[in-house]
């Protein structure tokens, strides 16, 4: 239920794992052995990982920008994207900077001559760069900081 999520806090550098095939049970342990938060949006499994003594949190909002929010406001986490420290989305691993050279087909033509700096995902191979979708990636975080500042109001 919460893939969007996943890939945003990966791409803010988080190590998050995803499944949809553990049941209830699974998770909680998983979360516990590994000392991970749970996120979720299951209210009942977060009154079982919690009452098990797991670190788990209910996330709600609509959007992404919302959701962002609320787990900044309470994880203290950076809403920037930090290349250095940025995990590829799809499968967690650290992306590093490739250069322009190595890149070869994995990149239109266009793409290469108009872009300067490149990442690639050591793992699945994926390759990123700041294209038009960064504008939407800053829009959302923008949003999201606007978010946390209302919630710090709230409280
Ligand atoms: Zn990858």
Same mark, same amino acid.
């Given at each position: 239920?919460?893939?969007?999520?996943?890939?945003? @806090?990966? /791409?803010?550098?988080?190590?998050?794992?995803?499944?949809?095939?553990?049941?209830?049970?699974?998770?909680? +342990? !998983?979360?516990?052995?590994?000392?991970? /938060?749970? @996120?979720?949006?299951? @209210?009942?499994?977060?009154?079982?990982?919690?009452?098990?003594?797991?670190?788990?949190?209910?996330?709600?909002? =609509?959007?992404?920008?919302?959701?962002?929010?609320?787990?900044?406001?309470?994880?203290?986490? *950076?809403?920037?994207?930090?290349?250095?420290?940025?995990?590829?989305?799809?499968?967690?691993? #650290?992306?590093?900077? /490739?250069?322009?050279?190595? !890149?070869? %087909? *994995?990149? %239109?033509?266009?793409?290469?001559? &108009? &872009?300067?700096?490149?990442?690639?995902?050591? *793992?699945?191979?994926?390759?990123?760069? #700041?294209? $038009?979708?960064?504008?939407? /990636?800053?829009?959302?975080?923008?949003? $999201?900081?606007?978010? +946390?500042?209302?919630? #710090?109001? =709230?409280?």
């Amino acid at each position: 239920m919460l893939g969007k999520l996943t890939r945003w @806090l990966r /791409i803010l550098g988080h190590n998050i794992k995803y499944s949809n095939d553990l049941d209830d049970a699974e998770l909680t +342990v !998983i979360a516990k052995k590994e000392r991970r /938060i749970l @996120l979720t949006r299951d @209210l009942e499994l977060y009154q079982q990982a919690t009452a098990k003594g797991v670190d788990a949190f209910y996330v709600e909002g =609509k959007t992404e920008a919302e959701r962002l929010a609320q787990l900044a406001e309470r994880f203290g986490i *950076k809403l920037e994207v930090d290349m250095a420290t940025s995990r590829c989305p799809k499968c967690n691993t #650290r992306v590093r900077q /490739i250069s322009k050279e190595t !890149i070869g %087909e *994995k990149v %239109e033509k266009s793409t290469l001559s &108009y &872009y300067d700096e490149f990442w690639e995902c050591p *793992k699945c191979g994926q390759v990123y760069w #700041r294209g $038009a979708h960064w504008t939407r /990636i800053r829009k959302t975080l923008e949003a $999201a900081k606007g978010n +946390v500042e209302k919630l #710090r109001k =709230k409280n």
